[in-house]
């Protein structure tokens, strides 16, 4: 027989069965194919064991004693960190709704005992393959969030610019009912929206002057090279409207695609909003940080000009005076 796993050797699969038996036979057929093992003899060891050892897979019995693997996978696909870590449900029932309750929790793969060893490793392989492709997608998404405060370092905005509008512009999207998907879009449109001015020459974005209009002209691409750097991974889909139209103006008057009032996207609407307030309470080259109702007056001036969406502005000066929002510096 072919051996079935000899490009994934370093994988590291937790095993968790309260069965003497079950682990020893599951942990000799994994060993025999290349693969490390480690052992839980229930739920609540195999927690700890994910936390101190990041297995890349968990083969899981769906009784136990002290916490069932039910629970165990509501855990653990519940929490960002270990959300992607294939489970196989390993289970003696062949009921139907058990195995329901198990995908509904979000249990990858079921095998139901008895076994032989060729279904398991070849579930096991293919999951890992799975598994090993999302944490490449992992990576680049951490690469290209790195290379945004990258780009917040180079910029004259201070330290902490993109995580403020994070939180704020989360905290606006709550207030104003957007769904969990643009909750989450926002938070991370935050951190990437001026991901495109690592193209922009340093000294141009850090000039305290005016610029000249070939510099401006520089400057306003930085909305489109940020999103053709994101474009590629698909998780960040949603945050790309963001990308490209947060330096749109209600009046139509921003780039780079000159949109107006309701034609720019909402997402991006909301990261405006907040952009403008964290930019009256930092310091600025040219400018000490205004006190708070010295901000809320501009913003509210300057919604009546036609530049912001003023129900969002006005929501937004409403989540400020009801103390809504924790001031970061
Ligand atoms: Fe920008």
């Not at 051996?3 to 937790?14: D, E, F, M, N, Y």
């Not at 289970?91 to 398991?120: A, C, Q, R, Y």
């Not at 996207?265 to 009256?280: F, K, N, Q, S």
Request: net charge negative; charged share 30%.
């Amino acid at each position: 027989m072919k051996p079935v796993s000899q490009k994934v050797t370093a994988s590291r699969i937790l095993v968790v069965d309260d069965s003497e038996e079950i682990v020893k036979l599951v942990t000799e057929i994994l060993q025999d194919s290349g693969y490390k093992t480690i052992v839980a003899r229930n739920g609540r060891e195999a927690l700890k064991m994910v936390e101190s050892d990041n297995p890349d897979l968990i083969l899981l019995d769906a009784i136990m004693p002290a916490m069932d693997g039910y629970e165990v996978t509501r855990l653990l696909k519940s929490e960002d960190r270990t959300r992607l870590t294939p489970i196989i449900m390993l289970t003696g029932l062949s009921d139907f709704s058990d195995k329901m309750k198990g995908i509904e929790l979000g249990v990858d793969d079921f095998i139901v005992k008895p076994f032989n060893h060729i279904e398991l490793l070849t579930r096991v392989k293919s999951l890992l393959r799975v598994k090993q492709y999302t944490d490449e997608l992992e990576n680049a998404e951490t690469v290209i969030f790195s290379l945004a405060l990258a780009v917040e370092a180079k910029d004259s905005y201070t330290e902490g610019h993109c995580h403020r509008l994070s939180y704020y512009g989360a905290k606006l999207a709550e207030h104003i009912g957007l769904s969990d998907d643009d909750i989450k879009a926002v938070r991370r449109g935050g951190v990437l929206h001026d991901i495109g001015k690592i193209a922009i020459d340093e000294r141009i974005l850090r000039k305290p002057g005016s610029l000249t209009s070939e510099e401006f002209t520089l400057v306003k691409q930085h909305p489109v090279i940020g999103e053709s750097i994101c474009k590629p991974l698909r998780s960040l889909n949603n945050v790309l409207p963001i990308i490209r139209s947060h330096q749109e103006r209600w009046n139509g008057s921003g780039y780079p695609d000159g949109l107006s009032k309701e034609n720019i996207p909402v997402t991006a609407r909301v990261i405006m909003t907040v952009d403008l307030y964290d930019a009256l309470t930092t310091d600025r080259p040219y400018r000490k940080a205004l006190p708070e109702e010295e901000a809320i007056r501009i913003m509210f001036d300057e919604a009546k000009k036609g530049l912001w969406d003023p129900t969002m502005m006005h929501e937004f000066i409403q989540l400020l005076k009801n103390n809504k929002i924790d001031k970061l510096v």
